[in-house]
């Protein structure tokens, strides 16, 4: 404004060099440089473009609906009574649909999604959360107080980071994450202000944690930061693999071997109440991963635990400034920790299509592994906790140098090309890092299996054709 | 995390001395202290303990449903469709509801709102948002690719205000904000680090804006920071009441004089070419308020003028790293700004149903301003464009040295006290701002008429007993 009460007639207020610098800092390869060529490139095919494909094939990001999975009955029944109660009178749909949105909209204001929630998430949502939890961990008691309903997970996660950044210079929070990662850590970190920590999963074994390689990690950032949070994702993402042992030293020197899924918190337990009563601890879940896809809903939980009592205060302040996480990605979360219970009747067909997305996924899981380890020059560990693969691939000397003098990540021209002549999007390696000249692709193992047979048959035919051109 | 691998054992490491800084500045009354104590004095009603009322009314939130407002019935039926599709073939529903929920499924990927839209949001919503806007302004053009869905306006708020800080010390980005105003603006200015800089309303003048006070609090400001935003809520919260008359100087003196509602951009482009195509403008809206009321659903959009394209680009990366707002509340958002259109089905009933919450806020406001200012000591300014009043209150010197003894701010108090002695909840002016020695409450119209009613009588007999105590 100028002074004369005009408005401003300069330049910009807000340019690149006038803006918030952490922004400028933030990187989301999942959303980045290929996903809009591909954006781009269906525009093209709509306007009659010729292109060698017909359409694109979007396996850059973990979408289970827009790649043709259908969405579970129940719960869609649920979220329509609770959507227009009017339903509730129509016998079309099942005793226990409607019980469970008679009992989401009993716990909303004025009987609405539409009201507000309570910051922290609608009660009895929290309760069956704490009780999902509960029973996922043999018992281990979970408190409805400690769960915060969010607006997917990144919306938890960047909370929590929030809370944990402070200090300046070499007393700057660091944030320990896996490499490769999922670059909603990478640009938060950055966004925040705080130091981003690189600790390398072990490719050779499986993408495993290495105990060793998270002390180099530590005592390499002591050096210069203040190491005060460890982001672990389980299962893995961009890997898809799971944590299969969680490596922990007690005094003596016996290490903890689990079974194939860890809670963290039930390790914690496990490892005794000098452990589960100080360690801090918060966990993340969400609608949209696993059988139900249901990301455009943006619901989640977290659970907070030994966190100090005075924080949690302001943490639970701090969400309130953004009022509440929309209602009806709560009431789904309700839905998927307390799905139908045998006897009811919505039981049988939630469990054939439960069961049916988690097979495809499965198949869907060993064609990936099996079609890309017969391509020379690609190397593809086995996917078996998520719906991502990230395939390592060899690139020619003469590619690397090329991508190099064109500035671009070698990976990255390597799915840009994979993009421009067969309509394959996925994400280069680099979008979530990796060790230094190794080179990977993440892909999503969701389209429908006949499509995702031709795109890996395709992807098999373009490498084996980019291998000879730069060789 | 020791260096042995195990994990920590020390003591907590988040702690109120630890943790983010920026965050323990943050304050939010509209979810502060006071609904604190509501929530608890609900509870202890439910569990049998003797109050000398029986329900709490809450008038601290601009939450529709939760009064009692019932939703319109077009919006939940689309929602409905869209939700669970096997509705289409349910001769039930209008065909103007069908046609709706068609139109946006086939926006979404995998035609489901369980899918994720772009970051930016759905396009058949951006378009139809655009088409509003420029129906709203007389014809004056609004591009799509200017329009940001958000979830609520709050996020949106949050977003740009991110992007604009920047600096330190006395570069340090300066946002002005009216006072009294929302706390979302105080709260997120503090969360970020930014300079809160205070302009005043009149409240002599109902509340009118006064440039020779923006002008004032602007010179003020330059002193120790960099004042780079300034924010208008239109029409005002708490205050309620509309923007009434925009004041700017042209090249000559004449001072614009605007109608019952200004659209900020109109009123840009009426200043002619050398404003409408330098001023950097964003603008919110949300399906929280108005006739509507959806708030749970945290619907929103934001339209972006005059941004500098590069910075454009950082907003899209920015938004991108949440994914997506709701998909839900994005298409809640396309209802509003395509409501049933003259000839089509539905149009009768909506048209009915908005006319209905429209008349009953309009004799709630009325009633709400006559009530108040037959007791002496509240003086309610008209409540004409919102849902809300900022009556100021005389407090007795007894009163507020007793408050101030307490530490607590003398509206605080006041606040405190009635609600527990009548159940009603309301907001001190403090959790707004007001003038130094001056007085409030913020008490949205809420309730229905005859509950609103009582309140008011309620608050009546209170304030004149209080007064009677304390003199």
């Known amino acids: 404004m100028s002074e004369n009460g005009a408005l401003p007639l300069r330049g910009k207020v807000l340019t690149v060099d006038t803006m918030n610098a952490n922004v400028k800092k933030v990187d989301y390869a999942v959303r980045g440089p290929i ?49 227009y109660p009017q339903l509730l009178d129509d016998n079309k749909f099942p005793e226990d649909a409607k019980n469970r949105a008679r009992r989401i909209l ?129 299962p893995g993402n961009p ?5 299969r042992s969680f490596p922990y030293k007690k005094n003596s020197n016996d290490i903890y071997k689990g079974c194939e899924f860890h809670s963290f918190k039930k390790v914690l337990f496990e490892m005794g109440p000098e452990y589960s009563s100080k360690v801090e601890l918060a966990s993340f879940h969400s ?10 809903f943006r619901g989640g939980y977290m659970e907070v635990i030994n966190m100090d009592p005075e924080v949690k205060a302001q943490l639970t302040k701090l969400v309130s400034v ?44 060993k064609l990936t592994e099996e079609i890309l380890n017969t ?13 991502y693969s990230f395939p390592r691939i060899t690139l020619p000397e003469r590619a690397i140098n090329e ?12 799915c840009m090309k994979l993009l421009e002549e067969t309509g394959i999007c996925l994400v280069p390696g680099s979008g979530f890092g990796q060790r230094e000249g190794t080179y990977h692709f993440r892909m999503t193992i969701l389209p429908p299996t006949d499509k995702l047979k031709i795109m890996l048959n395709k992807l098999k035919e373009f490498h084996q054709k980019f291998t000879q051109q730069y060789s």
Chains 1, 2 share one sequence.
């Not at 309700?334 to 499965?362: C, H, I, W």
């Not at 391509?375 to 719906?387: E, F, T, Y």
């Open 375 to 387: 391509v020379p020059g690609i190397s593809c560990n086995p996917v078996q906790g998520a719906m």
């Open 106 to 234: 009993q716990s909303c204001g004025g009987n609405s999604i539409g009201a507000y929630t309570t910051s922290q998430g609608i009660d009895c949502v929290r309760h069956d959360v704490a009780n999902y939890i509960q029973r996922r961990d043999g018992g281990i008691p979970s408190d409805p107080d400690n769960i915060y309903l969010t607006t997917g997970a990144s919306d938890g996660i960047v909370t929590i980071l929030k809370l944990l950044t402070a200090g300046e210079g070499r007393t700057r929070t660091g944030v320990m994450i896996s490499i490769p990662q999922y670059p909603l850590y990478s640009a938060s970190i950055a966004e925040l202000g705080a130091v981003q920590i690189n600790y390398y999963l072990n490719e050779e074994k499986c993408w495993s944690l290495d105990i060793s390689e998270l002390q180099r990690s530590l005592h390499a950032a002591r050096e210069h930061c203040n190491p005060r949070v460890l982001c672990i994702i389980n």
């Open 239 to 243: 890997t898809g693999e799971p944590i």
């Open 35 to 83: 996903v809009q060529r591909a954006v781009q490139i269906e525009k093209e095919l709509k306007e009659g473009v010729k292109k060698p494909f017909e359409e694109v094939i979007k396996a850059n990001i973990g979408d289970a609906h827009a790649m043709g999975q259908r969405p579970i009955t129940f719960f869609r029944q649920v979220m329509a009574l609770c959507t």
């Open 322 to 365: 953004r009022l509440c996480p929309p209602a009806p990605g709560q009431a789904l979360m309700d839905l998927v920790v307390n799905s139908p219970q045998p006897g009811e009747p919505s039981y049988q067909t939630f469990m054939k299509e439960r069961t049916a997305v988690l097979s495809a996924l499965a198949e869907k899981a």
């Open 403 to 414: 991508a190099k003098a064109k500035g671009q990540a070698p990976d990255m021209f390597y």
């Open 287 to 296: 609608t949209s991963k696993c059988y139900m896809g249901e990301c455009g």
